[in-house]
């Protein structure tokens, strides 16, 4: 099993993809981009740069990269299930605004999804807030303390 670090992003609704790029080509790391193609993602000019378009279906992109995730990867996602599922692989997870998934927050994480769902059914809430430059540069940051602890791990060091 190959042991390299690479960014898992669920990349649909990703709206920090310059700064995934940014601190892969900064570190040298692979990033995997995965879509159900609903949205167009233009390919970006770096070697270091895959693009996966999986069959159309809900959850595809997810399956893709939870069946993908491995320890020492960084899984990128706001969907909070997908983030289980990669967590449970000991991967690393981040959602979009830099703060980072963990066994110790998942939980309450889903409880939350799932009363924000239920009072949306109720007619009541609302969606996030729109992402602002505080929170670009949270994600940048915690992107980047979240690689190196992956490639730690990846060289051994836990």
Known sequence: MSTNTRFLVDADACPVREEILRV??????????????????RPPQQAM??????????DKADDWI?????????????????AKRCLEKKAFCLNFKGHPWTENNIGSALA????????????????????????????LNALD?????????ARGGG
């Open 49 to 58: 740069v895959r693009i996966v378009i999986v069959t159309d279906g809900a």
């Open 145 to 153: 303390a979240m690689a190196h602890a992956a490639l730690r791990v």
């Open 66 to 82: 939870a069946e993908e995730a491995r320890p020492t990867d960084v899984c990128l996602t706001a969907d909070i299930p997908l």
């Open 112 to 139: 939350g999804r799932a009363v924000a769902q239920h009072l949306r059914e109720l007619g009541m809430g609302g969606g996030p807030p729109p992402m602002g430059n505080a929170d670009k540069s949270r994600f």
């Open 24 to 41: 892969a080509a900064r570190l040298g790391l692979e990033v995997i981009f995965v879509s159900n193609g609903s949205r167009p993602i």
